[in-house]
């Protein structure tokens, strides 16, 4: 089922920026990226085997946890997916948290809700590829419209978010020249973050034919961040 809760972790020390924070994973994704990691939020014969958290519950779990988390994270899957989305928000911050949303940018309507209605303190989007590899990347055959999208989420992020990141996962095939061609779509941008691809040991890929491509290294990323900084600031989350 799309836009379920399908996992809860109590603690992360590094999925907000600065902030201990919860984690709220909902199940269901319309992309197919081959190196995601997460295919049981992704793939619908996997996601359905997962039992619905309720999520009152996990308004139960934060609730004890007033006073030493400083936020929430909202993550997946694509959280964007959920038409009870804004309510739950709307109860997160009720209970005094600061929210951070995980998205992939293809659902602008719901980001401009939420954004319009100030119930995001923070908002980390996906940049897959250069948007003319895009179906690669995204395991789709055609990706006009997720491009123009991920293209009107970005618009919303530097009028409405009041603090935001742009990421990309360096994936296999990724060039030094496909990070370039990234960074002059996201000027004016904020923040630009590059994200090593790491598979954990035992985490299963979409496409298990992706596991052992070829990405750049950590050390291959922080030589080129110097040229990245020109365009955008940029940073590596190692």
């Known amino acids: 089922m799309d836009g379920k809760i399908a996992y809860f972790q109590a603690l992360s020390l590094s999925d907000y ?3 201990l924070a919860a984690l709220v994973f909902f199940a269901g994704c319309n992309l197919r990226c081959p190196f995601c990691y997460n295919p049981e939020l992704v793939l619908p014969e996997l996601a359905e085997k997962l039992p619905p958290i309720h999520p009152e ?6 609730s004890e946890r007033q006073g030493f988390l400083d936020g929430v994270v909202l993550t997946g899957g694509e959280p964007t997916l959920s038409p009870e989305l804004p309510k739950f928000v709307c109860a997160l911050k009720n209970l005094g948290f600061l929210v951070k949303l995980d998205t992939n940018g293809t659902n602008p309507h719901m980001l401009r809700e939420l954004l319009s209605a100030e119930l995001l303190d923070y908002v980390a989007l996906d940049i897959k590829a250069p ?11 055609e990706a006009g419209k997720v491009v123009e999208a991920v293209k009107e989420s970005f618009s919303l992020l530097l009028e409405l978010a009041p603090d935001y990141e742009v990421r990309t996962t360096v994936a296999p095939g990724l060039s030094p020249s496909d990070l370039i061609s990234i960074a002059k779509d996201l000027k004016g941008a904020k923040r630009y973050v590059l994200q090593p691809f790491v598979v954990p040991r035992e985490k299963r890929l979409v496409d298990e034919a992706w596991r052992t491509r070829p990405a750049l290294s950590p050390a291959e ?3 080129l961040l110097p040229g990245i900084r020109k365009i955008v600031p940029a940073g590596l989350r190692a």
């Open 57 to 62: 519950e996990v308004l139960q779990k934060l």
């Open 17 to 19: 920026p600065g902030k």
């Open 131 to 141: 948007f003319p590899r895009y179906p690669e990347y995204i395991g789709l055959p």
């Open 221 to 223: 990323l922080r030589e």
